[in-house]
């Protein structure tokens, strides 16, 4: 369970993040939204424990995530940061391969060697392994770093606007794979992940964590709380939910 | 692959070196053994460190285009230079025992460069950018307070710091040597040590961070290690701004790997070559003297626009 507790940040002085008190347990996708600067990302970086808040708590199975020591963090969750920029030339296999540096702390064993596997086939990499980064599509590149947090095999993966340079259908395709293994019985991972595109969340999210102004508007599940009315007043424009082909849609009022 | 080619690195050294040593030797062959062998490790020991030192830098700063001398150390070098000599003049620099200026120059740039460092950082290493940007303002203000005391100085005395200003390997102390190569020693073993945190680090802060990297103490160790490489050996012979960029991006090309575990080692063989290689060919082929740190200066300042330049344009 991640549970934060009358949690604030503050940047430079003035306060991103207010008095937020919220708990979500594991399994499922979690979808923060907001408009811009409402503080999703600070969010999602002070729940992984990189951004101390001014005042609160913030607990990762129970356990004070700002306290805990870096190796430990990298136990329990993976976090995707966004825009991350890599100078070194590398293969997709080693970009993932990175993803199991907190078990072997360099020297990778049999157990990583299948990890990694796993993880570029789960998410129909395999072919690419041995293709730079750079000779990537936005889209392939994008799966290959999702790969890489999956591949740290932590109970939580936290995913920071990792749609917002894709098109759709790349987009769509990361989703799908995301929702198909966070379903219970499946791998048993939880995603918490910052969307823009409402109709993404609407449609993924079994959780919606909604913030303005660095308050939190809402935490609970997406079929109760993402309703027209909230996005309306959340982002203050009209904002409707409809049903088409069985699909909750977001579309202008 | 980049174990051969280290292996190759290595050899090609060796031949260098042998060359340097043996070519053209004549009596007294002791003497002038003895001569060309603190040479050849003084040029061996400022590229393997320079090498080293820009290797670390640019993983630290995420950027290939940078080395340790843009920060302000050369500027900094000089203004020391400049310093000494007017605070004690001519005759008072010259008689200043050479240990003592070598230990003073060094303990002076590696608490000024961790001073930086550790102010800048201290904040989060988000601010290496801030850090480089900081460097080179204050590499300008030092320079500018340099060439305001060097116009007090009278011409013997500015012709003095204007020697001490480049590098120069014709003159390097034993006792200076052997210390540098110590200080060499134990900053390569413990970049060595680094080398497999390093290669975490190269993959930004955040994702190091999320793999469980103590991502500031890793940055501030490395820095710690490049204040004293360049420290180290721009006390021993002189500030030479871009042979770390020549053996850095050489090493890049000649090692397509990530690994530092090879990429440092890589960029102290290429140092070590080009400086051994390069003072091979301009003192025992061509009969010159001194030139050969403009050379380098020339070919690295060229390198460094065509890497700019083809940045710009991809």
Not at chain 1, 145 to 156: D, H, I, Y
Not at chain 2, 180 to 190: F, G, I, M, R
Not at chain 2, 218 to 231: K, S, Y
Not at chain 2, 257 to 264: S, Y
Request: proline share 3%.
């Amino acid at each position: 369970m991640i549970r934060l507790d009358d949690v604030s940040v503050e940047k430079s002085g003035s306060r991103i993040l207010s008095d937020v008190s919220l708990a979500f347990g594991q399994g499922g996708i979690t979808a923060l939204i907001g408009p811009n600067g409402a503080g999703k990302s600070t969010l999602l970086h002070t729940i992984a424990g990189l951004i101390a808040p001014a005042r609160g708590r913030v607990e990762v199975e129970g356990v004070d995530i700002t306290r805990a020591r870096p190796p430990e963090r990298a136990h329990r969750l993976a976090l995707l940061a966004q825009n991350e920029r890599v100078t070194a030339r590398l293969t997709v296999r080693e970009l993932v391969g990175f993803g199991r540096w907190p078990h072997h702390r360099g020297r990778p064993r049999e157990v990583d060697r299948r990890m990694i596997a796993e993880a570029l086939d789960t998410f129909d990499l395999t072919t690419l392994a041995e293709r730079q980064l750079d000779a990537l599509s936005g889209g392939q590149r994008q799966r290959a770093f999702v790969a890489m947090a999956w591949a740290q095999e932590t109970p939580w993966l936290l995913l920071d606007e990792p749609l917002s340079a894709l098109d759709p259908r790349h987009a769509r395709d990361i989703m799908d794979r995301l929702h198909a293994l966070t379903r219970p019985g499946a791998a048993r991972r939880s995603v918490v992940i910052v969307l823009h595109d409402l109709g993404v969340a609407a449609r993924y999210a079994d959780r919606i964590v909604a913030l303005k102004d660095g308050r939190l508007v809402v935490s609970g599940p997406r079929v109760l709380t993402m309703t027209g009315a909230m996005l309306s007043d959340l982002f203050e424009t009209g904002l409707t939910i409809e049903r088409v082909a069985g699909r909750d849609v977001v579309v202008p009022a | 692959m980049a174990e051969r080619r280290l292996i190759l690195l290595a050899l090609a050294l060796a031949g260098v070196s042998a060359l340097f040593i043996l070519w053209n030797l004549r009596a007294p062959m002791g003497f002038i053994l003895s001569l060309r062998l603190v040479k050849l490790a003084s040029l061996c020991i400022v590229g393997a460190a320079i090498g080293t030192a820009t290797v670390l830098f640019q993983t630290v700063a995420a950027n290939r285009l940078l080395t340790p001398g843009i920060v302000g150390f050369d500027a900094l070098f000089v203004f020391i230079q400049t310093m000494l000599v007017l605070t004690l003049g001519a005759a008072g620099f010259a008689t200043l025992p050479v240990l003592a200026q070598f230990g003073l120059e060094t303990l002076v740039l590696v608490v000024a460069a961790l001073a930086l460092f550790g102010a800048l950082l201290r904040k989060g290493s988000d601010d290496i950018l801030r850090l480089v940007l900081t460097g080179v303002i204050l590499g300008v203000l030092l320079r500018g307070l340099a060439g305001l005391a060097q116009r007090l100085l009278d011409p013997s005395e500015f012709a003095i710091v204007q020697q001490a200003s480049f590098a120069t390997f014709g003159a390097v102390d034993r006792a200076q040597l052997a210390i540098a190569a110590a200080v060499l020693a134990l900053s390569v073993v413990a970049a060595l040590r680094l080398a497999r945190l390093l290669d975490v680090a190269a993959l930004g802060r955040g994702t190091a961070l999320s793999l469980g990297l103590d991502f500031d103490r890793v940055i501030f160790a490395a820095l710690g290690v490049v204040a004293l490489l360049v420290a180290v050996s721009m006390a021993l012979v002189g500030p030479i701004t871009f042979l770390g960029l020549l053996a850095a991006s050489l090493a890049h090309a000649i090692l397509p790997t990530w690994r530092h575990a090879l990429l440092l080692p890589g960029a102290a063989l290429i140092g070590a070559i080009i400086l051994v290689s390069g003072q091979f060919v301009f003192e025992r082929l061509l009969g010159l003297q001194s030139t050969l740190t403009v050379i380098v200066e020339f070919l690295g300042g060229l390198l460094f626009l065509f890497l700019v330049l083809r940045r710009s344009r991809s």
